[in-house]
């Protein structure tokens, strides 16, 4: 250890603030292309921004400059598929319609004429099972009121054995009962036997005669023996 950690040192000039007094998050943060702002709404040309890159690039290996005259790119669009049902229409035969039409809807009819029977199926499987899952919870509800019964029976007939045992064995008098403690009521005490010995004490007599009188005894006993 060194007494540097002891040593004053001098205070800095000019005012000293904290860090947190410092200004902090002076630039206003914009929202950039792809993070759901204003610049997303605008239409980019991508394949526009791809060939002006790839010049660029050629230009900065060939050792030219990297500025590259920018030229208006012309943008073709795809022509519109014509489909044969748009104008068709217009000019397909009546005739022709009419039994295109007649048609469909026979088709219609068919399915939904399927779809019936179908439906009209499943709703006759559905009464089938609805039918059966009646019959087992009725069978189930039948077995357990018979074995609740079976059970009472059970418990009544418990109930006049034990009634019958008790009235048997209920009078005293018949049954000789033994009314002999067969413990004390402090066989489980701690301090027990405290007061042996007492029973054993003589009663204090009179005795006139100073050697045979029992505070001799008792002085001759602590002292002289």
Request: no cysteine; aromatic share 4%.
């Amino acid at each position: 250890p060194t007494f540097d950690p002891a040593r004053g040192k001098d205070a800095q000039k000019g005012p000293a603030y904290h860090q947190r007094l410092l200004p902090a998050h002076t630039q206003l943060k914009v929202r950039q292309p792809g993070q759901g702002g204003d610049a997303d709404h605008e239409v980019r040309d991508l394949r526009a921004e791809l060939l002006k890159a790839e010049k660029a690039h050629h230009a900065k290996i060939n050792g030219g400059s990297a500025a590259v005259e920018e030229k208006p790119i012309p943008i073709t669009k795809r022509p519109l598929e014509i489909t044969p049902g748009a104008d068709g229409d217009e000019e397909e035969d009546p005739e022709a319609k009419r039994r295109r039409v007649l048609e469909e809807t026979r088709d219609i009819d068919a399915d939904s004429d399927d779809a019936e029977d179908d439906s009209s199926d499943e709703e006759s499987d559905e009464e089938d099972e609805t039918a059966e899952l009646l019959r087992e919870l009725e069978k189930i509800k039948k077995e357990r009121a018979e074995q609740r019964e079976r059970e009472e029976r059970e418990k009544e007939a418990l109930e006049e054995e034990r009634r019958e045992v008790d009235i048997a064995k209920g009078n005293p008098l018949l049954n000789g009962k033994d009314f002999n403690v067969k413990r004390r009521w402090d066989d489980d005490v701690i301090f027990k036997n405290q007061a042996r010995g007492t029973e054993d004490k003589r009663k204090k007599e009179f005795v006139n005669d100073l050697l045979r009188s029992d505070f001799h005894k008792r002085f001759m006993s602590k002292y002289v023996r």
